[in-house]
């Protein structure tokens, strides 16, 4: 999730390459010329540009870059020997020889393919409510092939003509969401022989329904990867719910609190005591509990009925959500999940740190520890929780996909 060289220009470029396709796309739709299709403009091309290769190929970027560049200069010059009549004939023929002798990257390294929802937006926005429901959709419909676990060892997957994809490993991560909700609706041919490999589901499913098992699927493989690995090795948000706090207006959601450290607690045995470095987020198992006024220690109470559900299954307890009462999870101020603890556990531990910026290269837990001790430190406290918000906060997490920083 961190691999991106700390190249600025090339994350400025290829952040630059999406913007200008989502807009010509836009423009291409107030215009008439492209459809709508499940709510959003249609990608009309079966290629896009994209900067999955570009990342680890510094080269084939910088080639990219010098050739906009000089692109954009031979636009100048057109413009300028449009005006300028005088000079017309050479400033023309210089605006027609730059793009010429532009060194263009390697097309094979810019491209990627394209399905029409390419540059479709998920609007679900990882509810808590859609995690639910897509989830119940995917024990019905994908199981077969994919497995419970999303490992694709459903009992019909080794009938397929391929086998169905791990979607419990980086794979969710690394498409654009927007292909997935093509793949799942309109299904997938194998490349090489143009069979049908994953079957469509346009005839049982809505987009809304399609876009909900996405957000069930990566769910789900949150809680795979840490029951496997003991880490979320691709970052998590932490699901939109709705809550209510004190003092707020009546309806708030989890993702209003972003800019802020939480601590969300599973009821569990006993509360631990209010900390004022965390805002304290209480998490009741049914709707009748969360109607109840918020437990001492909490700053605000979860009352959504889907998201005690919805944790569990990122918690890796898709098939007994009980299992997560007394657990604690961290999320930082950009939202993502970071860190979850066992239940009654008395202190944060190293191993909570579940969702880590840079395994290999970061400092030791004893390290951060005396970082938040000294008084030079960002977060005050030298206990478990200090030390865990230390490290967070040193090392924030940079998702990366298609090239981009989200
Ligand atoms: C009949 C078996 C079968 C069923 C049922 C099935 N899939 Fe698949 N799925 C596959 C196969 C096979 C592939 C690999 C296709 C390929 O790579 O050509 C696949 C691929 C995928 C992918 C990867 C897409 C990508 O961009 O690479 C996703 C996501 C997915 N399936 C989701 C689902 C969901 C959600 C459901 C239920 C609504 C479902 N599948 C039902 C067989 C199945």
């Not at 969710?172 to 490349?191: E, I, K, N, S, Y």
Request: charged residues 15%; glycine residues 10%.
């Amino acid at each position: 999730m961190n691999d991106t060289p700390d190249v600025l220009w090339l994350q400025w470029l290829l952040g630059a390459l999406q913007s200008a396709q989502a807009a010509l796309l836009q423009a291409l739709h107030a215009l008439g010329l492209v459809p709508t299709l499940h709510g959003q403009p249609a990608w009309p091309w079966a290629w896009r540009l994209a900067g999955d290769t570009l990342r680890f190929d510094l080269g084939q970027a910088r080639r990219l870059a010098v050739s906009l560049g000089l692109l954009s200069v031979a636009l100048l010059l057109a413009v300028l020997g449009l005006a300028w009549r005088r000079r017309r004939l050479p400033l023309l023929a210089l605006a027609g020889l730059l793009p010429v002798l532009a060194p263009w990257p390697q097309w094979a390294a810019v491209r990627v393919a394209a399905t029409p929802a390419s540059f479709h937006v998920p609007p679900t926005g990882f509810d808590a409510g859609a995690i639910l429901h897509g989830h119940q959709l995917y024990r019905q419909l994908c199981v077969d092939c994919h497995g419970a676990d999303g490992r694709g060892q459903g009992p019909s997957a080794a009938q397929q003509p391929v086998w169905p994809p791990n979607l419990a490993g980086p794979l969710l991560w690394r498409r654009a969401d927007g292909d997935l909700f093509w793949h799942v609706l309109h299904g997938m041919r194998d490349a090489r022989s143009g069979q049908a490999s994953m079957p469509a589901f346009t005839d049982r499913l809505s987009a809304d329904d399609a876009w909900a098992l996405i957000d069930a699927m990566k769910a789900l493989a949150a809680g795979q990867m840490l029951r496997e690995t003991g880490q979320w090795l691709q970052p998590v948000r932490l699901p939109a719910f709705a809550i209510r706090c004190p003092g707020a207006p009546a309806r708030v959601a989890s993702t209003d609190l972003r800019g802020q450290r939480l601590r969300v607690m599973a009821a569990g045995d006993g509360a631990p005591p209010p900390d004022p470095r965390v805002v304290t987020v209480a998490l009741a198992p049914t709707a009748a509990d969360a109607a109840s006024p918020a437990p001492a220690g909490a700053d605000c109470q979860v009352t959504d009925p889907a998201a005690w559900q919805a944790l569990a299954l990122i918690a890796g307890h898709g098939a007994d959500a009980t299992a997560l009462a007394g657990t604690q999870f961290i999320v930082d101020r950009a939202g993502w999940l970071r860190a979850r603890s066992a239940p009654g556990a008395a202190d944060w531990q190293e191993d909570d740190l579940v969702c880590r910026a840079a395994p290999s290269s970061s400092p030791s837990l004893a390290s951060s520890l005396s970082a938040a001790a000294s008084p030079a430190g960002a977060t005050p406290g030298n206990d478990g929780l200090g030390a865990l918000i230390a490290r967070m906060d040193a090392e924030p997490v940079r998702y990366v996909k298609g090239g981009i920083v989200h």
